[in-house]
């Protein structure tokens, strides 16, 4: 199974090159979906301080509506008669992302992330970041409420 973010974009990024079957396909898509819901919500919290119409809200806006657009086109599983082209394509775009969610660290609670839609199989899997791992590398703070993003532009 596919556990780390960087894992689930080598496995997006090659599907085009490599057409893997399906069920490794539907796999890296579900693992993709889980973590932009699982980052989204610290995107939009960072949209929402950001002073509106500023560099940093358009730049944290532009990463919230294309995760929303790509959720909304891409984010139910291909059919199984997809093809494999077209599923390819999929998965690069829901990659690119994730990629943009990167400096947007997951926003969890006790029971899984907070503010992002109900899992209907419970929280989405743990994909192999610490608390701490993103807040470090990108300037996030943890706070009582979650993670803060940074005051600093991204």
Do not use: C, K, Q
Request: charged share 25%.
């Amino acid at each position: 199974m596919t556990t780390t973010v960087d894992a689930l974009l080598a496995a997006a990024f090659s599907a085009g090159r490599d057409f893997p079957p399906l069920t490794e396909t539907a796999e890296v898509h579900r693992g993709l979906v889980a973590e932009i819901h699982r980052r989204l919500p610290t995107a939009e919290r960072a949209a929402a301080a950001a002073a509106e119409r500023s560099p940093d809200w358009y730049r944290h806006d532009r990463v919230v509506r294309a995760a929303r657009d790509a959720l909304a086109f891409d984010g139910e599983e291909p059919d199984p008669e997809a093809s494999p082209l077209v599923v390819a394509l999929r998965l690069a775009e829901l990659g690119r992302r994730v990629r943009d969610l990167l400096p947007y660290l997951p926003y969890l609670s006790e029971d899984g992330p907070r503010g992002g839609p109900a899992h209907e199989n419970g929280p989405p899997p743990d994909l192999g970041w610490g608390a701490d791992h993103a807040a470090l590398l990108h300037g996030f703070t943890v706070g009582a409420d979650g993670f803060e993003p940074p005051t600093s532009a991204l």
